[in-house]
Nanobody, 129 residues
Framework: QVQLVESGGGVVQAGASLRLSCAAS????????MGWFRQAPGKERHFLAA????????YYADSVKGRLSISKDNAKNALYLQMASLKPDDTAVYYC??????????????????????WGKGTQVTVAS
């Protein structure tokens, strides 16, 4: 079992940057693909970004390419999401996810929330206009 705990959320002004963290415990995430999703009030959970077991390959939703950057530190058992130029539409609960997947290439399966086995409880990000 992998336990995931997100942190780093808060209230920020539009245009600001924010870095979210996800601390993993229970198992090493060295063999796990990791991802970030978000869910706005009244909406479905949406995929944002994923990274492979090594941290060498990434996969982004088209809507966030260029503004978000995912990274992984296997030595610290941690996942990060750097967000830039935040907009009020980015307001949501942000979740990290993990899936045992010791493969180099990521594909469209990462976009589907049901493909991920482990989830954190989320961290709230609110972007004020």
């Amino acid at each position: 079992q992998v336990q995931l705990v997100e942190s780093g959320g808060g209230v920020v002004q539009a245009g600001a940057s924010l870095r979210l963290s996800c601390a993993a415990s229970g198992r090493s995430i060295g063999d796990y693909a990791m991802g970030w999703f978000r869910q706005a009030p009244g909406k479905e959970r949406h995929f944002l970004a994923a990274i492979d077991w090594s941290g060498g390959n990434t996969y982004y939703a088209d809507s966030v390419k260029g503004r978000l950057s995912i990274s992984k530190d296997n030595a610290k058992n941690a996942l990060y999401l750097q967000m830039a130029s935040l907009k009020p539409d980015d307001t949501a609960v942000y979740y990290c996810a993990a899936e045992f997947y010791p493969e180099d290439r990521l594909s469209s399966w990462v976009e589907k929330s049901y493909e991920w086995d482990y989830w954190g409880k989320g961290t709230q990000v609110t972007v004020a206009s």
